[in-house]
């Protein structure tokens, strides 16, 4: 039995140190703000498991000990000093270390003008846009990218109900509230793609309300934003023009953006470089055409309750047109 | 115990006699009409009944009466013919019993039908705007005699007179004939029924896959589902081309106004705020041949229809689980607007026209 428990602690604790890393973790933190927190984070879990440690102590002294150590747990002064004055001046002090350590967003941007991205979270996705620098406006869905090193101040909005905005690797968590803008300035410190999740219950798909954020090298940033702000790529296939014609025809403009095509609207994510982003389907699964087909035809399984209508209507062959086409919109 | 033996026994026995020409005894014909009365008017009472003397309802129910009715109950020129007298109970002649109900009792019989008499339920239980056409036209059924009764039912369809040679040899019954036309108009003449599509110059793929979704029950209607249900695939093609070929007539029904202002915004931008998608993106110009045209369709009907899906009625089929979610996102504004708004616009084809 004792053998067979020592066993299994080796994969258990392989599990638990694996868990500590990733791309969705406050404790593998990738900038500034992140790190402050995971300090704060590592720092009260060993001073709890000091507190802890003298708990059980105690008890087992109160249970088990001698005669003298039991009197010296039960004296007055013990009481006093361990049980009353001991919490109150050790958690002003954790307040106080807290607040500090949390002040403010990165406290300044070392005089650089840090990138400015709008994230405004919908029912069950993340709308982002980019501050207009570039001739055209850039626009993506459940995916942001950022150059290392910048700062870069999110101004987050609601489109109806409470979200909130949390890239655990970068950041805390913050609020984005119906009617009003929060900011949040970071900065990503090593390039890699990091996950983050809508941290407030907003409605049936919270649960699966992702988003992706890469983070690139400052030239590799520059040239993905200045290919993000071209229309759309003519489809060089006969395959991908038809599906081109099909997703005009079939009124998918009358939600989606595809610029540099007649399809202007904004009730769902901006598709103009679609093909080029990490996932599909509200960041429910991996880019490729199968998905994207499924997405159109069966993104209630998906993703249950998003908004968008199924669309059932379309031959096999169609479907793959319009999905190959999507899928090659870089 | 021996109550339920002997009833066995006697049922075992095969001494009852079930003939529906046998009839019944006097009594139990009374004691049967008394149960069914209390129990009609039990399960009739809390029915909200809307106004039924509209004459647009009259019409359409007068259409489906004819082609789901009158073969039993008869009509102020027939009476209930031959056979249909032999059932027990014989259908009752409705120009004479329908002033036994009350609208409730009228409604509740036509959704549920009644056991034990032949008397069948809606084939779409869910579509009480349809019943209560029926029970619109079954009220003025008693003011009927046969010329009225041919006005109403049959429209403005006339049969021209067949050869006794066509009489004798063609196969389909006289029934059928004219069925779509006694309620959507045929040639130059349009429905008669604000209730009732406009099928002239509509998109012929649209009507295929509509007959279709009808045929096998995926689109819901008590009205539709019986007629189409009776045709091939073949036919379902021939009927979709002849009335995509007919050209469209001018509204009848519906002018544009003041009302519609707020229906140009629905159909030509939409209100992104609320989700709601702008109706041209797939019903305007050049767009998939499988998206029904609504420009010239009656308010009546197109409100109808998206009322439907709002209240979450026939959504299995592909193009309503495309419209279901949006007619869900509209106000009874919106959708009285965005009816307007379409109802007064020309009925020329949309250009996609096949």
Sequence with gaps: MRTHSRQAIGPLMAFVVAGCSGPQSVLHPAGPEALGLAHLTWFLFGFGALVLAFVLAAAAIAVRGPERWRAVVASRCMIIGAGVFFPAVSLTGLLGYGLWLTRASIPDTEGREPLQIEVTGEQWWWRVQYAPSTRSPVASANEIRVPAGRPIRFTLQSADVIHSFWVPNLAGKLDMIPGRATSLLVRAERTGVFRGQCAEYCGKAHALMALTVVVMTPTDFASWLENESRPAMEPDKPESRRGRSLFLEAGCGGCHTVRGTPAAGTIGPDLTHLGSRHSVGIASAAMNERNIARFMTDGQHMKPGNHMPTFRIFAAVELQAIATYLAGLR | MTVAGAVFLFAWSGIYNVAASSGHWAVVDWFLAFGMR????????????????????????????????????????????????????????????????????????????????????????ERTDEIWAVVAFLKKLPTLDGESYRALALGRVRLAEQSGERMATNDSNLQAAGACARCHGAGSSGPTSALVPVLHGQSRAYMVAALRAYAQGTRRSGIMQPLAADLDKESIERLATYYAGLSPTEPAHGSPSGADAHGRILATKGDPKRDIPACDTCHGRDRLPRYPRLAGQSAAFLAGQLRLWAAGHHTSTPGAALMAPIARRMSEADIDAVAAYFSGLSRLPAGGAP
């Design chain 2, 38 to 125: 209390n129990s009609v008017a039990l399960r009739a009472r809390a029915i909200a009944v809307p106004p039924l003397d509209d004459i647009e309802r009259v019409r359409l129910g007068a259409g489906h009466f004819h082609s789901g009715c009158a073969f039993c109950h008869g009509t102020p020129d027939t009476g209930v013919g031959p056979i249909a007298r032999q059932m027990l109970p014989s259908p009752p002649e409705l120009s004479k019993s329908v002033r036994t109900w009350s609208d409730a009792q009228l409604f509740w019989i036509v959704q549920n039908g009644i056991k034990y008499t032949g008397m069948p339920g809606w084939a779409a239980l």
